[in-house]
């Protein structure tokens, strides 16, 4: 397992931009996992008079056959194979939602040190709308890149460069923080090169394998100094 990084062995003044992941990030994992694992199993047992466990069994399944593409995001996606209103149903959970430690403080400290700050998230746009709504953290961002606009996700290695041509960016003095190992070594094999990942993306569950990358428990380990 990857050592968290100290603030000392990543060198600010090598940075420009600064691209941010949304959900395990930013935002704790476990509203998702939460909604995922366990309200929608139970909601679509019901619906289908099914034990908790077939509901799982069936709904993870189906989970595995979409990991790593656009649809496993996208909740219109979910909304039509499984014939029920995922978009509403994560408005169920919506009081889950919340923001991992530091954030509040570090977003600005890269403001204030002159860094671009962007959001670049696989989530679906209703999910972000709804994130955003609940987070108060939109104003943070000089721009919201959702990868469902771009037509590819981020596990993808072109999705980079279509990025660049909405977000142009010297991948030299760049960072990425993502909680993901394929998005990371997509990242990485594209050529951005600063490259963190997140120690523990679900505050409920156990830590992240951090792989080749090294991992961070919180912003407050790479503050910016002002």
């Not at 935002?27 to 939460?34: A, I």
């Not at 149903?89 to 939602?97: C, N, R, T």
């Not at 919340?98 to 977003?107: G, Q, S």
Request: charged share 20%; with cysteine.
């Amino acid at each position: 397992m990857s050592l968290p990084i100290s603030s000392s062995l990543l060198n600010w003044n090598s940075v420009d931009t600064v691209f941010l992941d949304m959900d395990g990030t930013l935002l704790d994992l476990n509203y998702d996992n939460q909604f995922w694992r366990k309200y929608l199993p139970q909601r679509y047992a019901k619906q289908h008079n099914l034990s908790f466990e077939a509901a799982t069994e069936s709904l993870m399944s189906r989970y595995k056959e979409m990991l790593g593409t656009l649809e496993w995001y996208c909740v219109d996606y979910w909304t039509t194979q499984l014939d029920m209103d995922v978009g509403a149903l994560k408005k169920d959970l919506a009081h889950l939602i919340a923001i991992h430690p530091y954030v509040k403080e570090f977003l600005p400290a890269l403001h204030q040190h002159h860094k671009r700050v962007v959001l670049v998230t696989n989530a679906h746009h209703k999910s972000l709308s709804l994130k955003m709504q609940h987070t108060q953290l939109a104003d943070h961002f000089d721009k919201i890149v959702c990868a469902h606009d771009l037509g590819l996700p981020k596990e993808v290695g072109a999705f980079w460069q279509k990025l660049q041509t909405v977000e142009p960016f010297n991948a030299a003095r760049t960072l990425l923080i993502d909680d993901s190992l394929p998005v990371l070594r997509s990242a990485a094999n594209y050529g951005i090169a600063y490259l963190l990942s997140i120690y523990q993306p679900d505050s409920q569950s156990s830590p992240n394998e951090a792989g080749e990358f090294k991992a961070i428990r919180s912003f407050r380990e790479i503050m910016p100094e002002y």
